[in-house]
């Protein structure tokens, strides 16, 4: 079984945020896999379900971005899934272009508050995770200002594609194909000609 959790913020003043894309892309997989993401257990709601016969469980946290690892650690003591195998976490990223991914099976918390958490309460850095680019943050701007911000237009069409890759990657890695994900998409996108 997987823990598929997204990372974001609850309450309906950060949808669509570029701190949220964790949530866009469960809810992605949600619609896709016609799995309903609205049980409220251990601090996330949650949805289970199947992905590539793989038993699955989609999980958006609650606590917030900075707490995220106590719903993240009370998910995985009570699915007793290996977290180094079966969690795979899916969150925001400033150094990555809007709509790139990086995959990583385990990483430090690259200045990320919710993976710091998870960390913390893992006691771990080993597990699989999917980075999606949310852009650079322009020089000037607060740090906060900038994740909690909006996409422009351009760039929401840019995160679609991106999200697309996410739940493609996922599909990858909950068939034990990890090292495909990375291989396809953790080089940089080529300029169009």
Do not use: C
């Amino acid at each position: 079984m997987f823990i598929i959790a997204g990372l974001g913020n609850p309450t309906k003043q950060y949808e669509g945020t570029r701190h949220n894309v964790g949530f866009e892309v469960i809810d992605r997989i949600s619609e896709k896999y016609n799995i309903d993401v609205d049980a409220k257990k251990h601090r996330a709601f949650i949805g289970k379900g199947m992905i590539e016969g793989q038993k699955v469980i989609l999980a958006k946290p609650q606590t917030y971005m900075n707490l995220s690892g106590e719903s993240i650690r009370s998910l995985l003591d009570y699915y007793k899934v290996d977290e180094e195998k079966e969690l795979i976490i899916i969150y925001d990223d400033i150094s990555l272009d809007v709509g790139q991914l990086r995959i990583r099976a385990k990483g430090s918390a690259g200045g990320h508050n919710g993976i710091k958490n998870i960390i913390a309460h893992l006691g771990s850095q080993v597990f699989p995770r999917i980075k999606v680019g949310v852009g650079e943050k322009p020089a000037k701007y607060d740090l906060a200002d900038y994740v909690l911000g909006h996409f422009s237009k351009g760039e929401a069409e840019l995160m679609e594609e991106g999200y697309s890759h996410a739940v493609h990657a996922v599909e990858l890695i909950v068939s034990g194909q990890i090292n495909e994900a990375m291989n396809e998409y953790n080089r940089k996108k080529k300029e169009e000609k």
